[in-house]
């Protein structure tokens, strides 16, 4: 035996486990038997990947059973699972979260900073409470355009009633794009019986998901926003004319 391998004792220090929990997953069919050397078992870095990947499944809330269905279907690879999982869970914010205080917030938006508009914040995400007065701004770009559109006049009430609109209509595009991933690359991978020559191009396609949406989007809201200004103030410069008539 060489030194990668691990008694069950050993296996259960190295995984965080109980040697009772490790006979379980065993009895389940969860973990693969171990070599057997002279009446003792012996486990290896197959058994301890594993083992970290069901703990892995159960802090993101899967029961035992799901994970065995998960393993079933996908053959038993815990290191192609883990790549899935590692590129749907990746965090797509690029901004470094940021604190504000009360105090900090009034002096950025005056006296339109009310208990009521910061409650407001809260409901739809742009502001987190931390206790203390004091609160994380997940993505701080939109405390600051929401300073930008208030110095331009628009009251902060308004601007943060576009901002819970325009969340709305994003979870609506948002869905359509993963229902598009899930039709038509996800579905023809499952139905192929998760083919293990295609995990990559699959992993590729989910991490590429979001900026490709998001390029997307922008593209689309560019030609509808030149559009819809122009349309606009075309019709408030027939009024105008019209007026002076």
Same mark, same amino acid.
């Given at each position: 035996?060489?030194? %990668? !391998?691990? !008694?069950?004792?050993?296996?259960?220090?190295?995984?965080?486990? @109980? #040697?009772?929990?490790?006979?379980?997953?065993?009895?389940?069919?969860?973990?693969?038997?171990?070599?057997?050397?002279?009446? &003792?078992?012996?486990?290896?870095?197959?058994?301890?990947?594993?083992?970290?990947? &069901? *703990?892995?499944?159960?802090?993101?809330?899967?029961?035992?059973?799901?994970?065995?269905?998960?393993?079933?279907? @996908?053959?038993?690879?815990?290191?192609?699972?883990?790549?899935?999982?590692?590129? /749907?869970?990746?965090?797509?914010?690029?901004?470094?979260?940021?604190? =504000? @205080?009360?105090?900090?917030?009034?002096?950025? =938006?005056?006296?339109? %900073?009310?208990?009521?508009?910061?409650?407001?914040?809260?409901?739809?995400? #742009?502001? #987190?409470?931390?206790?203390?007065?004091? =609160?994380?701004?997940? &993505?701080?770009? %939109? &405390?600051?355009?929401?300073?930008? /559109?208030?110095?331009?006049?628009?009251? +902060?009430?308004?601007?943060?009633? +576009?901002?819970?609109?325009?969340?709305?209509?994003?979870?609506?595009?948002?869905?359509?794009?993963?229902?598009?991933?899930?039709?038509? *690359?996800?579905?023809?991978?499952?139905?192929?019986?998760?083919?293990?020559?295609?995990? %990559?191009? /699959?992993?590729? $396609?989910?991490?590429?998901?979001?900026?490709?949406?998001?390029?997307? +989007?922008?593209?689309?809201?560019?030609?509808?926003?030149?559009?819809?200004?122009?349309? $606009? =103030?075309?019709?408030?410069?027939?009024?105008?004319?019209?007026?002076?008539?």
């Amino acid at each position: 035996m060489d030194e %990668s !391998t691990l !008694t069950i004792e050993q296996l259960a220090a190295e995984s965080g486990m @109980t #040697v009772r929990n490790i006979r379980a997953h065993r009895a389940r069919g969860l973990l693969d038997a171990p070599q057997v050397r002279e009446r &003792i078992g012996y486990y290896g870095p197959e058994h301890l990947d594993r083992l970290r990947l &069901i *703990v892995q499944m159960q802090s993101d809330g899967f029961n035992l059973r799901a994970i065995g269905r998960l393993l079933e279907e @996908t053959k038993g690879r815990p290191e192609l699972l883990l790549s899935l999982k590692q590129a /749907v869970s990746m965090p797509w914010e690029t901004e470094q979260p940021r604190v =504000f @205080t009360r105090e900090e917030l009034r002096a950025r =938006f005056g006296e339109q %900073s009310t208990a009521q508009t910061i409650e407001h914040a809260q409901q739809i995400g #742009v502001l #987190v409470a931390l206790g203390d007065d004091r =609160f994380r701004a997940p &993505i701080p770009s %939109s &405390i600051d355009a929401a300073e930008e /559109v208030v110095r331009r006049g628009v009251p +902060l009430g308004h601007a943060l009633a +576009l901002t819970a609109k325009l969340q709305e209509h994003c979870r609506a595009v948002a869905r359509e794009f993963v229902q598009l991933f899930l039709e038509d *690359v996800w579905q023809p991978f499952a139905e192929a019986g998760y083919p293990e020559e295609r995990w %990559s191009e /699959v992993t590729e $396609s989910i991490e590429r998901l979001r900026p490709l949406s998001s390029q997307a +989007l922008l593209a689309a809201y560019q030609m509808t926003m030149s559009q819809e200004v122009e349309d $606009s =103030f075309g019709r408030e410069m027939e009024r105008l004319t019209a007026r002076r008539r």
